[in-house]
């Protein structure tokens, strides 16, 4: 089970253009993949005449009313973070429940702060984890937090309209509530699997800017790793140089020792020494050992030299090929991206239709059955339906299953048996069940008293 994401920051001064800018995607960080940034969506429909997010946030503060002058330093808008483990949330959108968690999050905000005072809220799925960038106009009414101090001392020298609207961070964002906040939120987000975090735990969430600015260091410290290996290598071709050194110094001492050789043979057929001649002899066998080896070491260079060739070789041909596969790739992707978002445009129940024939596998129909439902038409069969939910299945005698829409939400599609929602259905079979286990047990339990 994974946790949920909750986080507030206060936006002071007069502008928060730089954070309207990542939000709107006027300016694009390293970490968004532009392929997807068609996926984005509002979750708050803009006042009329309202076009960004920073004119949403002055037209909610002028039209709230408020009497009291506004401070340049005043905080005019509190930016909310939502969003959840990495792999929950991408385990939420393969099971096709993203609206659902976008709808809950907006539902919980506009219940918290009001539904006039969130005047923008972007999903984001164009970045490694799906989240919402909410933003909140913190107008509240009633007497301030220090003015209620003051009152219970004994000291408040004027008295101020109980239901004057006016813009206070503070009463929105003190530790109480904050704490309220994330509890209240654990709720909703339990069935999607999210828990809070550890109460009263030191972790912080790591801003954008902070991230980048890891990231840089990090790669300050990768390149100075280069460098020293870099080094190293220049030291390791020092080394190579002087052990060429030494094994040319090796041969003009064997020239040396033959020479000596041929002067001490020139002496000995002069003298007629034997000893001379065993001398010479050993020489020439330490000479041929000698060119033995040279010849040895230069038969490894060269195939050193080869086998580094063809091996760099073999390198840039898996890389090459490598690259031209990953370009394929990419263009693949986009062309499935295109071809996806027509068909969302052309077929508003594309997404749908995608959803049901999950569900309709899930639930325990066959390849067949399944494009039959998929396509509208109604079909009648028996067996066992599993329920994701109860995690167990139900049996059915000869029911007529159909794909319809959605009563109460013309763009969502149903799976229906016998014209009722299959959701509903598995809720009257468990409840059902339930109801059989609990008279049994009541039996039982009646059968253990004798009169």
């Given at each position: 089970m994974g946790y949920f994401t909750l986080d507030f920051k206060k936006a002071k001064g007069a502008s928060d253009a730089r954070m309207s800018d990542h939000i709107e995607r006027r300016v694009i960080a390293p970490n968004v993949d532009s392929t997807r940034t068609h996926l984005n969506r509002e979750l708050v429909e803009l006042p009329e005449g309202v076009t960004v997010r920073d004119e949403a946030i002055a037209?909610?503060?002028?039209?709230?009313?408020?009497?009291?002058?506004?401070?340049?330093?005043?905080?005019?808008?509190?930016?909310?973070?939502?969003?959840?483990?990495?792999?929950?949330?991408?385990?939420?959108?393969?099971d096709g429940r993203m609206n659902e968690w976008c709808n809950d999050s907006m539902e919980w905000l506009h219940?918290?702060?009001?539904?006039e005072n969130t005047v923008s809220a972007v999903l984001h799925m164009d970045e490694t984890t799906p989240h919402i960038h909410a933003t909140i106009v913190p107008i509240v009414t009633g007497e301030r937090r220090k003015a209620k101090q003051k009152q219970t001392e004994g000291k408040r020298s004027y008295r101020k309209k109980a239901d004057a609207a006016r813009l206070c961070a503070d009463d929105v964002l003190n530790r109480d509530k904050l704490i309220g906040y994330h509890d209240d939120y654990a709720k909703i987000m339990d069935k999607y699997g999210l828990q809070r975090g550890v109460r009263g735990s030191e972790a912080r969430h790591v801003t954008?800017?902070?991230?980048?600015?890891?990231?840089?260091?990090?790669?300050?410290?990768?390149e100075t790793g280069v460098q020293q290996l870099q080094e190293e290598r220049?030291?390791?071709?020092?080394?190579?140089?002087?052990?060429?050194?030494?094994?040319g110094t090796q041969k003009l001492e064997a020239v040396k020792t033959e020479a000596k050789a041929a002067l001490i043979a020139k002496v000995g057929s002069l003298l007629g020494s034997g000893e001379i001649k065993e001398l010479k002899q050993e020489n020439r066998q330490l000479y041929e050992e000698v060119t033995t080896r040279d010849e040895s070491i230069e038969k490894l260079q060269t195939m050193v030299q080869e086998q580094q060739k063809q091996h760099r070789k073999e390198l840039t041909e898996v890389q090459a090929k490598h690259i031209e596969i990953l370009n394929e790739r990419d263009k693949e992707i986009s062309r499935l991206n295109r071809i996806i978002e027509k068909a969302c445009k052309w077929f508003p129940y594309f997404m749908?239709?995608?959803?049901?024939?999950?569900?309709?596998?899930?639930?325990?129909?066959?390849?067949?059955?399944t494009d039959k439902l998929v396509k509208g038409e109604p079909i009648v069969c028996s067996g066992n339906l599993y329920s994701e939910k109860y995690r167990r299945k139900f049996?059915?005698?000869?029911?007529?299953?159909?794909?319809?829409?959605?009563?109460?939400?013309?763009?969502?599609?149903?799976?229906?048996?016998?014209?009722?929602?299959?959701?509903?259905?598995?809720?009257?079979?468990?409840?059902?069940?339930?109801?059989?286990?609990?008279?049994?047990?009541?039996?039982?339990?009646?059968?253990?008293?004798?009169?």
């Open positions: 037209h909610r503060i002028k039209s709230a009313g408020i009497k009291r002058k506004i401070t340049p330093d005043q905080v005019r808008a509190i930016r909310v973070m939502m969003s959840g483990t990495h792999e929950d949330m991408m385990k939420i959108q393969q219940k918290t702060f009001g539904r954008t800017a902070q991230y980048y600015r890891d990231l840089k260091r990090q790669t300050g410290k990768l220049e030291e390791a071709e020092k080394q190579l140089k002087q052990v060429k050194k030494e094994i749908e239709l995608l959803r049901i024939e999950k569900l309709c596998r899930l639930v325990g129909f066959n390849q067949e059955l049996t059915t005698e000869k029911a007529g299953f159909q794909v319809v829409k959605n009563p109460t939400d013309n763009t969502k599609l149903v799976l229906s048996i016998n014209r009722q929602p299959i959701s509903e259905w598995f809720k009257e079979q468990f409840n059902k069940l339930h109801q059989n286990i609990q008279s049994k047990q009541e039996q039982k339990r009646s059968k253990g008293f004798k009169l």
